[in-house]
T-cell receptor, first 108, second 117 residues
Framework: DAKTTQPPSMDCAEGRAANLPCNHSTISGNEYVYWYRQIHSQGPQYIIHGLKNNETNEMASLIITEDRKSSTLILPHATLRDTAVYYCTPRAGTALIFGKGTTLSVSS | DTGVSQDPRHKITKRGQNVTFRCDPISEHNRLYWYRQTLGQGPEFLTYFQNEAQLEKSRLLSDRFSAERPKGSFSTLEIQRTEQGDSAMYLC???????????????FGSGTQLSVL
C-alpha cells in the first residue's frame, strides 16, 4: 500500500481558502488519490478523487502534481462546518487505507 | 437513499462476552466494507464483501472476528470473547462498484461504538 504523509493539523480563517497538502511519493501508476473527511462522531464522507488530472466538484478542488507524488485539496471558501479531519488515501484495489489525516480547524 | 445504517449506535459489554453488530447498506450497493477506528487514528480496514462473497478477510484482527453478508444485503460483524482492546468505533461502508476500481465512492455509516469493560 502506498504511504501518505499529511500535516497533523492546520488552521484556516472562515471565508479563506484552505489548502491541505498530502505527500504520496510511493503511489503506483494505477492508484487513484481519494480524499475523505470526518466530522466528529460521524463516519468519513467522500470529497473528491483523481488519477492524474486536476479535479473539481461542488465541495472542493484537487490538484495533483505531474509526478503524482503529492496532491493538494483546496476548499475555496472554508466555513465553520468544514472543521474536520481530512484524509488523503491512495487506492488501487481492495479498500481505502486511512492514515491519521489532517485536523483542519476553521475559525471566525 | 436513506444512507448506511448501523445498529446499535453504542454497545457496552463485559470482557469475554460475544457481541454482534449489524450494517444495512444503501439499497442496490453491491460492496460492503467493515472498518475499525480507535481514538486519534484513521479507520482501519477489516474486511469487505462483493454481494454475498467475502473477498478479503486477511486483515481481520484475529480469529475472534468474523463477518457475514447473507444474500448480499445486510451484514453482521461478530466479535467473540471480547477483550478490552476491542473497544473502538466499528464503521460500515457501502458502494456501487463496476468492473473498474476507479470512481468508487464509499458511503459510511455513523458507526457502532463498542466499550468493553
Amino acid at each position: 500500500d502506498a504511504k501518505t504523509t499529511q500535516p497533523p493539523s492546520m488552521d484556516c480563517a472562515e471565508g479563506r481558502a484552505a489548502n491541505l497538502p498530502c505527500n504520496h511519493s510511493t503511489i503506483s501508476g494505477n492508484e487513484y488519490v481519494y480524499w475523505y473527511r470526518q466530522i466528529h462522531s460521524q463516519g468519513p464522507q467522500y470529497i473528491i478523487h483523481g488519477l492524474k488530472n486536476n479535479e473539481t466538484n461542488e465541495m472542493a478542488s484537487l490538484i495533483i502534481t505531474e509526478d503524482r507524488k503529492s496532491s493538494t485539496l483546496i476548499l475555496p471558501h472554508a466555513t465553520l462546518r468544514d472543521t474536520a479531519v481530512y484524509y488523503c488515501t491512495p487506492r488501487a484495489g481492495t479498500a481505502l487505507i486511512f492514515g491519521k489525516g489532517t485536523t483542519l480547524s476553521v475559525s471566525s | 437513499d436513506t444512507g448506511v445504517s448501523q445498529d446499535p449506535r453504542h454497545k457496552i459489554t463485559k470482557r469475554g462476552q460475544n457481541v454482534t453488530f449489524r450494517c444495512d447498506p444503501i439499497s442496490e450497493h453491491n460492496r460492503l466494507y467493515w472498518y475499525r477506528q480507535t481514538l486519534g487514528q484513521g479507520p482501519e480496514f477489516l474486511t469487505y464483501f462483493q454481494n454475498e462473497a467475502q473477498l478479503e478477510k486477511s486483515r481481520l484482527l484475529s480469529d475472534r472476528f468474523s463477518a457475514e453478508r447473507p444474500k448480499g444485503s445486510f451484514s453482521t460483524l461478530e466479535i467473540q470473547r471480547t477483550e478490552q482492546g476491542d473497544s473502538a468505533m466499528y464503521l460500515c461502508a457501502s458502494s456501487l462498484a463496476g468492473s473498474q476500481w476507479s470512481g468508487e465512492k464509499l458511503f459510511f455509516g455513523s458507526g457502532t461504538q463498542l466499550s468493553v469493560l
